[in-house]
């Protein structure tokens, strides 16, 4: 997915394994089986467009790429609001 996605240059394979698998610890808490089903669907879903190239690399952001402080926004970019 990554190399199909052209995201090789912002993250690494182990990295992105790091951050998929931390998305799922999140909810690993949910005992309903359709909000299991749901986000089981959701992820099998992103996944796909994701293979098949229908999802843009800037919606897989948050999900692959790592951030490297908490609630970090460093893939969106640079404003220069905030100066």
């Given amino acids: 997915?990554?190399?199909?996605?052209?995201?090789?240059?912002?993250?690494t394979a182990?990295?992105?394994?790091?951050?998929?698998?931390?998305?799922?610890?999140?909810?690993a808490h949910l005992r309903d089986?359709?909000?299991?089903?749901?986000?089981?669907?959701?992820?099998?879903?992103?996944?796909?467009?994701?293979?098949?190239k229908y999802a843009y690399p800037a919606?897989?952001?948050p999900f692959v790429c790592p951030a490297n402080e908490p609630n970090s926004n460093k893939h969106i970019g640079y404003s220069y609001l905030d100066s």
């Fill in 1 to 11: 997915m990554l190399r199909i996605q052209e995201l090789e240059v912002r993250v």
């Fill in 14 to 27: 182990p990295q992105a394994r790091l951050n998929v698998a931390k998305r799922f610890r999140e909810k």
């Fill in 33 to 52: 089986p359709q909000m299991i089903d749901k986000y089981t669907y959701q992820a099998t879903e992103m996944l796909t467009e994701a293979e098949w």
């Fill in 59 to 61: 919606y897989l952001y």
